[in-house]
Each structure stands twice: as C-alpha cells, then as structure tokens.
C-alpha cells in the first residue's frame, strides 16, 4: 500500500491538463459490449477503475489493447454472461454490464457491486428497467448509474423506452452520443426525459472520453487552498459552473476560456461558503470532501450538506487529526475555520476522502503522510505527478519502504 509524503506550504502554480473522465469511461467500456466488432475509445484514463473494467469484460471474452490513452475492444468473440464476484467486488460501476449483456444476449448473471466503504448505494434502481421490452420509467431520485444502465438496455429492447428524471451529468451524456453513433436512436439528450426508441442491432464506434470534471474541481481547489494560480486546460468550463460559483464567493478569482480554466487565490482571504451538493447542474458530491478541507482554512464558519449520499464523511476525523475544527451533525458537516493546519500522519477511507487529505497536506505546515492512496489511484491518474509540475513538494512512497 503506497502512501504520499507531503511537505505542504507550497503555493500551487502553472498549467496543467487532467486525464478523461473515470465515470464516463465506467459507462463507455460496457457500452461496446451491445455491439459486434472493434470500438476505439480515445482519452482513456489509466486508473485502477479502468483496469478493472477492462479485466471484467476480457472475462467475458473480449479482446482488448490499452497504449497511451487509447482503448481498443473486440467485442467478436464474447462467450461468457457472468461476472463473477471476484471482479465485481472491486467496484460499484461493474453493474454497468448488466443492461447491454441483458438486452444483446436475453442473459446477465452479475453479482451486487462493492466499491467505496460508504453507503448505502442501492441497485434498486437499475434492476427496476431490466425489461426486454419499452418502457415506461420514472425515477424517484435522479441516478447517474442507473440512468446509464436503464439507456443501455433500452437501445436494444423491442419497442419505445421512456426514462423520466433521467440523469445530467455530462458522463451519461457522453455515453448517450456514443451510443447513437453505434446506431442507436434516442431523443432527449441533455434533457431530464430520454426517449428511446429500440433497434435490432448497433454497430462498433469509436468514441472520445470526455475530461474529468472531478479531477479538474479537484485540482481547483488545490490551487484555492494553497493560494496559488493555475490554469486547467482542455476542460469545458460549463461542466464545473456550480464549483466555479462557490470557488468565487469564497474569494477567487476566476478565468473562463473556451477550454480552459484558471483559478488565481494569491491574494485571498478564504470567505466562509456553505454549499450542499446535488445531481447535476448543482455542487458534485464527489467534490465535498475537498471542499470540505478547503472551508478548514476559511475566516469564519462554514456548512457542507451532502444531499445525494447521506454519510459521507469518513474524511471529517482525519482532517481533525491536521488541526481542522469540524463537527458533523446527520447530514451535514459544521466547519470552523483555523488558521492553520499542521502535518501528521493521516489514513486514506475512500476516494474522494483521500483526495480531500492531500488538498489539506498541501495547506499543511510540515509534513503529512496520506496512507493507503490505493483509493487515489483508482480514480486520479498520477496525480502527485500533475501537483508536482505545479510545484507541490508530494512523494511516492512504496509499502514495501515503510
């Protein structure tokens, strides 16, 4: 198990680019499974997610070759319709193989998903749709994954499918052009109503993953919380709007250009910002905990709400152990700012809880050792790399050298 070593105070400046998105290349790779033949995924991230996406659907018999951010998948020769629990406990978004192999095939054998220790994530959702005919759907609560799951099985189903409440996210946006470049016919896309009507077959396309959006409000806030200036480049501006917002109420200056983002907090004094998170358009919940090590910082008190899953703060007690004065209370985390945080040894709970304790070791006076970053790599592509060409002082460590 590696672990970071972060000597912090160091203001974070520069350009840099962030990798595709984790979350739309979970719904992409599957997605090739509903048709016959070689796909191209392009701007694939390297993470342990990914990989292990690609090991679960070469366990189902397709041929794969992954350089250089350039994913290749045959999907020729699939012989097998279960996935195992060995592969599946790995992660939350193997689920996704359940619809295409369901409405290509007639049968799907897939084990409940693991993933983060945080919960609960109900599939309640994505096995509601599991119809090989239209449909008429209507979620309750907006999911992203069970939207994705529900458009896959839809595309290949005997007549009309109507998703209502369909999820946002650029991901399932992504996903849905992919699809109707594979033959499928869908209405509605950008929309909260999704209308599909059913083909016999699709056929091999490739596709562009888009930027990582998380990553990018991750390394935002990176640049906000150490007082520097960074520009992101090749990233859509209005995928971010909601952090863009609250990152400029807390005292930021921000730049937006077609492509690109640039952040300047040299000159701040950090203004307490409540945000609560939503599906969206609103603040993403896989930025609140980051967001929640940056209000550590903030002159005066602040409240992050996390409406789209209840508990999660496993990142809150090891922040208290960097200096930071929180208190959750239900759903919510009260934060009273300190005027300083000081390095210490700190363990990694999940992925986005270990990127909210780098974040707050690279505001840290001293040194601070983030344990178990393995929960980093599945979602950051080399991350420390991309800190350190913007001037953070942060090292690999290998488990097996402490």
């Not at 160091?10 to 680019?17: I, V, W």
């Not at 690609?54 to 097998?80: D, M, P, R, Y």
């Not at 789209?308 to 200096?323: I, K, N, T």
């Not at 000081?342 to 690279?362: E, I, N, P, Q």
């Amino acid at each position: 198990m590696d672990k970071f070593i972060i000597t912090g105070g160091k203001k974070l400046e520069g350009k840099t680019q962030v990798s595709g998105a984790k979350n739309a290349s979970l719904a992409l790779i599957p997605a090739t499974l509903l048709s016959y033949g070689k796909s191209t995924l392009f701007n694939t991230p390297e993470l342990n997610d990914v990989f292990t996406m690609i090991k679960l659907i070469k366990h189902l018999g397709v041929e794969s070759t992954f350089s250089n951010s350039v994913l290749e998948l045959n999907t020729t020769n699939i012989n097998n319709y279960v996935a195992p629990y060995e592969h599946v406990k790995k992660m939350r978004a193997s689920v996704y193989v359940l619809g295409p192999l369901l409405t290509r095939f007639g049968y799907a054998k897939v084990s409940l998903p693991g993933g983060c220790a945080w919960g609960p994530r109900p599939i309640n959702l994505h096995l509601e749709g599991k119809k090989l005919n239209g449909a008429k759907i209507i979620f309750d609560v907006s999911s992203v994954g069970a939207t994705g799951n529900l458009l896959m099985a839809a595309v290949l189903a005997k007549g009309t499918t109507v998703i209502s409440n369909a999820a946002l996210e650029p991901e399932i946006i992504n996903l849905a052009e992919f699809l109707v470049k594979m033959g499928a016919k869908i209405e509605g896309i950008n929309t909260t109503t999704l209308t599909i009507e059913g083909v016999d077959s699709l056929q091999a396309a490739n596709a562009e993953t888009i930027s990582d959006r998380i990553e990018a409000g991750t390394i935002l806030i990176a640049a906000a919380i150490t007082k520097g200036k960074v520009v992101i480049e090749k990233i859509d501006p209005k995928y971010l709007n909601a952090v863009i917002l609250k990152l400029e109420d807390s005292g930021c200056k921000v730049k937006l250009y077609d492509h690109a983002i640039e952040v300047d907090a040299q000159e701040i004094m950090i203004n307490p910002t409540n945000i609560s998170t939503a599906p969206f358009p609103g603040f993403p919940t896989d930025v609140q905990a980051q967001w929640t090590a940056y209000m550590s910082l903030a002159n005066g008190v602040s409240t992050v709400t996390d409406t789209v899953y209840l508990d999660r703060f496993m990142h809150v007690s090891e922040l208290v152990r960097l200096g930071a004065d929180i208190v959750v209370k239900e759903n919510s985390a009260v934060i009273k700012g300190v005027s300083k945080l000081k390095g210490a040894k700190v363990m990694s709970t999940d992925l986005r809880a270990s990127a909210c304790l780098v974040l707050a070791g690279l505001a840290a006076e001293g040194n601070t050792e983030v344990l178990r970053v393995y929960h980093l790599d599945r979602g950051y592509q080399r991350i420390e790399e991309k800190l350190m060409s913007l001037g953070a002082s942060i090292e690999r460590v290998e488990g097996k050298e402490y």
